[in-house]
């Protein structure tokens, strides 16, 4: 599966551009703030139907315009897909595949997997389990409808909980059989979410074990952990289990929406004891581990983004992730830099387009 082309209106910071893409490697060039990184963001909008880097569908219209429109060809199968997004400000968004509008975005998530790679990732490891949730369900989003519709199912009756909570703190009221209806809609995704989760984990463990390993030359024991409330008790439990706890706090402080990811290195947390190197290596590890999941559980080799790959990476360690993404066939992949003659070295021979002011 590769995308042929790209046209973007008023996307961020483009008002109008086509682009062309080799199904191979493709590299983008050009100075700091000429979009280089918002190409690889529209490309991941149009697979995903929503940013990577979470920003709202207003946030991604171009400063002074009112709507951004995505259009792009996609080769999957050997057919090729016309794939529309459009956006106008105050109304739904729309997606078209093939001319058809798709009702929701459930049906288009999976089509076209996608992974991207970018600066913003450290926030996997320093910033809060957020982040880290993100990313199971990105994964697993694409590749198990099931999931996703568990994972909506379960924030919508969280949604409800935590209101209902603090609407109880407010009135100085408590209703115990209208709180116990909505309790009843949360264990079962929550099982769903958490037993998809724990084995995500676990088919991704060898897989990022084996490439931090060559890309870090071996030099230290790369390990990941799941961490969840459901390991210890059923969601039904747990809800009774906190309910004084709940009402105190007015938010529900159990469940599945506290899943966490343990990232060790030689049994020391990577937060506090990694190096630069060591934090790339190992963000670079998880999503290509990611990447080999999505391909073995779609059988779909993944459109691989890579945005300013070269930060923190001497160009011989760039050199062996390239060689890597060739050796293991990754199919079509994206790298930005502002440097062009660095790029077409490590690239050697791929497509190179230097976009300008």
Avoid: W
Wanted: overall charge neutral.
């Amino acid at each position: 599966m590769y995308l042929t082309n790209l046209t973007l209106t008023h996307f961020k910071n483009h008002s109008k551009g086509t682009f062309v893409f080799s199904p191979g490697l493709n590299g983008l060039t050009g100075l700091n703030g000429v979009g280089k990184t918002n190409v690889l963001e529209a490309i991941y909008v149009l697979c995903m139907g929503r940013s990577y880097s979470g920003l709202t569908d207003k946030q991604l219209v171009q400063h002074g315009a009112d709507f951004f429109r995505l259009e792009g060809l996609v080769n999957r199968l050997g057919e090729a897909e016309k794939m529309v997004i459009k956006f106008a400000v105050n109304q739904r968004k729309v997606l078209e595949r093939n001319g058809q509008t798709l009702a929701t975005l459930s049906q288009h998530i999976g089509r076209y997997p996608v992974v991207m790679v970018a600066p913003d990732d450290v926030a996997l490891v320093q910033e809060g389990s957020e982040d880290r949730r993100r990313f199971m369900d990105s994964a697993l989003a694409q590749t198990d409808p099931a999931y996703l519709q568990a994972l909506t199912r379960y924030q919508q009756a969280l949604k409800q909980r935590n209101a209902l909570l603090k609407q109880f703190a407010d009135q100085r009221r408590f209703d115990p059989a209208l709180l116990e209806a909505v309790d009843q809609l949360l264990p079962e995704p929550a099982m769903v979410i958490h037993q998809h989760r724990k084995a995500f984990v676990a088919d991704l463990l060898p897989l990022f074990q084996l490439l931090y390993n060559l890309l870090s030359g071996g030099r230290e024991v790369a390990d990941l952990a799941y961490a969840s409330d459901l390991s210890t008790a059923d969601m039904e439990t747990l809800l009774k289990e906190r309910l004084d706890k709940d009402r105190l706090l007015e938010r529900t402080t159990a469940g599945v929406h506290r899943d966490d990811l343990d990232f060790q290195l030689d049994t020391q947390a990577v937060k506090k004891f990694g190096s630069q190197g060591q934090l790339k290596s190992y963000l670079l590890a998880l999503r290509l581990a990611q990447y080999e999941l999505l391909r073995r559980n779609t059988g779909l080799a993944p459109i691989l983004l890579l945005d300013d790959v070269f930060d923190k990476l001497d160009i011989h360690r760039v050199k062996q992730l390239v060689g890597l993404l060739v050796g293991r066939d990754y199919g079509q992949v994206f790298m930005t830099d502002t440097h062009r003659e660095r790029l077409e070295e490590v690239m050697e021979g791929g497509s190179v387009l230097e976009l300008t002011p």
